[in-house]
């Protein structure tokens, strides 16, 4: 999946019709763009989707089409992964002050907006 193919899938399957921008690559290789609903999704360097900011999903496609759904079934508070605010910079830090985000490492929040929770 790419960034074009997620616009492709948001029109069919949600009937969202909207350019997504191009908010550039990351050190690690992650293309990062922005679900319509403000949420980020990113593509890893070999294409798959991951969204950061939900803490768990079973299938990473569905998760980018519908990253907003995901993003609202988070539970309040700190966990592992996923982060408070769905929007997330390139370098894994979400934009809300009180994430647990804000004090990790930048491994940390690497290992928690890539790996941690996602089964895909």
């Known amino acids: 999946m790419d960034i074009q193919t997620l616009q492709n899938e948001l029109l069919n399957q949600r009937n969202i019709n909207t350019q997504l921008p191009n908010l550039g690559t990351n050190a690690e290789g992650y293309l990062f763009t922005r679900h319509p609903n403000n949420v980020t999704v990113c593509f890893g360097p070999n294409g798959g989707p991951i969204v950061p900011a939900v803490r768990s999903y079973p299938n990473a496609s569905e998760a980018a089409i519908y990253a907003d759904v995901y993003f609202q079934k988070n539970r309040a508070g700190d966990f592992k992964s ?39």
């Open 82 to 120: 996923g982060h408070r605010s769905g929007i997330v910079g390139m370098n894994w830090r979400c934009d809300d002050p009180q994430c647990i985000c804000q004090k990790e490492t930048d491994d940390e929040r690497f290992r928690r907006g890539v790996y941690i929770g996602r089964r895909a």
